[in-house]
Antibody
């Protein structure tokens, strides 16, 4: 069974940094692209960033480009999101999601974690 | 950026009824790049449909997707109690991958 477990969320002041992690199990982690998607409480889903199986291809939403950095460690079956210069509007539940297809990025998310909550507030 | 508009915002129906949810794209997209997800409180989102009409593994056959161009539909043929949730459409033509704002399917 595919499992994705996020951690690292919490309360942080505007302008500060936070690093999120997503630990994977139940599938061959280094065969698949992985993404971060966020959801503001009570609102919709927003794709944040994605990384290919080997880290060779990375993409970001415009809203986080230059402030967030996605990375992965295939030996640890883990995905990360380094979030710098945080803003109040980054407050959301951050979910990691596995890409649908083997060895490519499709942008279809076939397995998801339950998320870790990030609150940016002074 | 491709904007997806879902309607209605809320749909009130009874178990056993048929549900029809709509998703309209701001520009024509190839149907192979349209997906639908189900989101329940406290649970991880669930992929239901990809490629506009292909059911994901484990999705019940009462869920079906259709459409092309800018207009897409998710149909639930006969509602079960566990189907009451929020549904999102999503395009994956290219990043940034975007979602609609969701349709809440509630029990009437």
């Amino acid at each position: 069974e595919v499992q994705l477990v996020e951690s690292g969320g919490g309360l942080v002041q505007p302008g500060r940094s936070l690093r999120l992690s997503c630990e994977a199990s139940g599938f061959t982690f280094d065969d698949y692209a992985i993404h971060w998607v966020r959801q503001v409480p009570g609102k919709g889903l927003e794709w944040v960033s994605g990384i290919s199986w080997n880290g060779g291809k990375i993409a970001y939403a415009d809203s986080v480009e230059g402030r967030f950095t996605i990375s992965r460690d295939n030996t640890k079956k883990s995905l990360y999101l380094q979030m710098d210069s945080l803003r109040v509007e980054d407050t959301a539940l951050y979910l990691c999601a596995k890409d649908f297809s083997f060895a490519t990025i499709t942008g279809v998310f076939d397995s998801w974690g339950q998320g870790t909550l990030v609150i940016v507030s002074s | 950026e491709i904007v997806l508009t879902q309607s209605p915002d809320t749909l009130s129906l009874s178990p056993g009824e048929r549900a029809t949810l709509s998703c309209r794209a701001s520009q024509t997209i190839d149907s192979i790049f349209l997906a639908w997800y189900q989101r329940k409180p406290g649970q991880a989102p669930r992929l239901l449909i990809y490629g506009a009409s292909n059911r994901a593994t484990g999705a019940p056959d009462r869920f079906s997707g259709s459409g092309s161009g800018t207009d897409f539909t998710l149909t639930i043929s006969r509602l079960e109690p566990e189907d009451f949730a929020v549904y999102y459409c999503q395009q994956y033509v290219t990043s940034p991958y975007t979602f609609g704002r969701g349709t809440k399917l509630e029990i009437k």
